[in-house]
């Protein structure tokens, strides 16, 4: 990646601008495509209660996964949920917020802003 200036950007610097609570549309379909990269490094830092918009919720250690075993998902907006143990875990203990979403209306969710 790169700024306007040409400066190009490490991972830190691509997340380092969000904040808590910030509402995250992560791309990629299953775990092919995902910003995996960019989802490590926020699983690094120190923020979190994130709402995470995207068409499933990862696998374990991959994808939105990272972001659910470090607790900084506070909710998943998604057409797809089932592979992950710890997604799973969350959600049937109420410390996840879950909206299933079919594909198609999510894709046009996303498409309309």
Known sequence: MS???????????????IEDGAT???GGFGVCGIPQVLLKELASRDVG???????NAGV?????GL??????????VASYV???KEFA??????????ELTP???????????
Not at 67 to 76: F, H, K, V
């Open 24 to 26: 995250l549309a992560v």
């Open 82 to 84: 089932g592979e992950n």
């Open 103 to 113: 594909q198609g209306t999510l894709a046009e969710r996303l498409r309309a802003g």
């Open 49 to 55: 209660n994130f709402e995470a918009v995207s068409n």
């Open 3 to 17: 700024t306007s200036t040409g400066k190009l950007l490490d991972a830190a610097d691509a997340v380092a601008l």
């Open 67 to 76: 972001l659910l075993e470090t607790r900084q998902l506070r909710r998943i």
């Open 89 to 98: 875990r969350q959600y049937l203990e109420g410390e996840l917020e879950v």
């Open 60 to 64: 374990d250690g991959r994808g939105l």
